[in-house]
């Protein structure tokens, strides 16, 4: 799949993404505190059931298993990232994208553009459809970021970065998200998203405001509130209202499921 074939498809439908790795992990055995992207190498199989069961359910858009896969947070980046796109891709074929699931970086550091290209490169050399920096927390880092994904972007590759806003609507730095959208289009950025955040109540509003400022595709992946326990039924309706207005991609961040994927893409189907 190539990026015109992405972007072509978006101007047709909604395009649905996946749910949350790291909580399904947790309730397949993974210990608490220990990053889910260490079962890229230690337990792939169960990986690859997490895809196969949101593919199963209808997401059209698969994020690898790399949201903590850079050097700072393991010492193999090379072969998690690479073994990562491979789960993904036999699970989705030619069925789904692949998005390389690119996080923040928890700690500033001054070898930030250099991390981030290290991990970017390998998830590109692997084949994903789409680089995703997703959950970003302020604008330094993200322009550091999109700097260093810029490089790697081209007609195979498009660049989804999204934010994660506070009930204020603000980034946790306390900057306004909504300041850094000239720089993301002007740097080749194909995607504008919002997820995680305190679910989608907190994004809400900053989403109404994003609309009327850029004319590129929202995706919106929110978590399933504040404790994380928000019931699947009011979750999908918050997707549906979000579609009803306007948002390009769809899916669940942190306490979703298979089956709130799978209730999200009856709506669409509807729709």
């Not at 749910?19 to 055995?29: F, K, N, V």
């Not at 010492?75 to 036999?90: G, S």
């Not at 970086?105 to 590109?124: P, S």
């Amino acid at each position: 799949m190539t990026m015109q074939s992405l972007i072509q498809q978006l101007k047709k439908k909604i395009l649905l993404m996946d749910g949350a790795m790291g909580t399904i992990l947790q309730g397949r055995g993974l210990p608490p505190g220990v990053p889910s992207v260490l079962w890229t190498l230690e337990r792939p199989e169960e990986v690859k059931k997490v895809h196969q069961a949101y593919l199963d359910a209808g997401a059209e858009v698969i994020f690898t298993n790399t949201f903590t896969a850079s050097r700072n947070y393991v010492t193999d980046v090379e072969t998690i990232n690479r073994t990562a796109v491979r789960l993904a891709r036999e699970v989705a074929g030619d069925k789904a994208w692949v998005a390389g699931s690119v996080g923040p970086l928890g700690k500033k550091t001054d070898d930030a553009a250099k991390i981030y290209r290290e991990q970017i490169e390998a998830l590109v050399s692997a084949g994903v459809d789409l680089i995703a920096l997703e959950t970003m927390t302020n604008r330094a880092e993200t322009e550091i970021a999109v700097r260093a994904a810029k490089p790697y972007i081209n007609d195979k590759t498009p660049l989804l970065v999204s934010m994660t806003v506070t009930k204020s609507g603000l980034l946790p730095s306390g900057e306004n998200p909504l300041a850094l959208v000239s720089f993301l289009e002007q740097n080749g950025v194909a995607i504008i998203g919002l997820n995680c955040s305190e679910g989608p109540e907190s994004i809400y509003p900053v989403f109404q405001k994003l609309q009327k400022q850029t004319q590129l595709p929202i995706a919106i992946k929110p978590n399933r509130g504040i404790d994380r326990t928000m019931a699947d039924d009011e979750f999908v309706r918050w997707g549906k209202r979000f579609v009803d207005e306007g948002a390009n991609l769809i899916g669940g961040c942190c306490g979703t499921t298979p089956e709130t994927i799978r209730k999200l893409a009856q709506i669409i189907q509807k729709m």
